[in-house]
């Protein structure tokens, strides 16, 4: 399809998009033909490195050959099933995933989309505890239906939608480099959390049910807690008869060079935590997931969760080649190996450019903050989006993001099966974008005076 015909059919036929939101403006970027491994093709014929796994849902590499494998064996026999009997490939889902969560977690149930499964997680922790109130971080993302799960996500304005639920309030960010208290880690001691705990507790409508956070927060930025932050949390939750709900959308399963995001953090296993993403190799499937006594006083309170196409053999059966996949090629070391690689990189780099401010992250969830002053930390915004555009134009893609208004980090998201080489390519490319990113802000070029 040429392009010409392509803005033909978003000018007629699309639904329009907010031009300021992540998707605006996607008729100006590459139309997408067809894709492999790392790497995808446009409709011109032009290759580029995908560092940002598609939506996320290709962090196995695009058309991992035992997913598209399982995918079309069960496509011959079982598509779509009904949720009033069990399936083979939905049984064997629940027990490979089953065996692979750290005790005590052990129940799953499964849904469609990461959002489905905020939601459900939500009502599980509510039903569980008998509570209401439920926190999350001022910048966390946790999905996009329109009531709950938007409603928590507060790096997203919340005055971009109609209603938001009740019962939703966040906590502060523990957000180390741009500590909004000026204050230090370990000294702090948590600053941050105990005044956000102070006024939760004078905000709660009723009894808090649950915290909703991430292991890394991705969207938010990219910001890793500090080492005891959730161990402490937990303990902090645990006397107000609160749990704890890890959303490893896009966290779990490898990314972080780790099974589970959670692993990162000692002392703080979650009560309930979900997955997608690449949960599916790239089919949409989500999970809930947690232990044999949460799920029990849910299901004795009338809790339940369903989709039409919760638990469609096509869905499950992929679900359950994407965890053995995850195990069986060490997933988790591929992306440490990941992460040491393009961190060396940028040590080297940030030798020579001083637009990095900041390099963060694990595995294959890495972020870089672009700063015009290191000392001030001023957000190189129009800096990081000539970065991003150049890099495009090399043919190196990857999502922008940013806190409070600000859009100056680089989000690299390659998936786990990136080769040495594909990494050495897109280190090369980034640099030379950095170093030209660089020289319009020492020049003042209108980029600088933008930040
Ligand atoms: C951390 C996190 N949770 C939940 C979601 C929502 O997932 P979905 O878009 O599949 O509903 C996202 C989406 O990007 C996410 O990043």
Redesign the pocket.
Known sequence: MDRSHAREIVANWMFPTVKSSYMGGAEDRPIIAKSEGSTFTDTDGKTYLDFQSG??GAALGHQHPRIVHTITETMKTLLHSTNTMLNVPRLKLHETLGRILPKPLARSLFLV????A?EASIDLARKATGGLDVLGFHSG?????SYL?RSLSFAWSRRKHTVVAPATSSIMTPNCYRCPLKLQQPSCQFACMKISLELADANFTSQPAAFIG?PIL??GGVIVPPPGYYKVLRRELEKRGMLMIF?E??TGLGKTGNLFGFQLHAGAQPDIM?L??HFGGGL?I?AVVTTDEIAERAVGNGYFATRSHATDPLLCAAGEESVKIVVEEDMSGKAKRIETRIKAALEEMAKEIDLIGDVRGHGVLLGIELVTDRDKKTPADAATEKVAQDCQDAGLIFQLRGYQGTKNIIRLVPPMTTTDEEVDRAMAILRDALLAAQAGVKAGAPAQAAD
């Open positions: 939506q996320m989309s990461g959002s489905d905020i993302l946790h999905g996009s239906t799960t991430e991705s969207a959303d959308s896009q979900t997608s993403k949409p989500s």
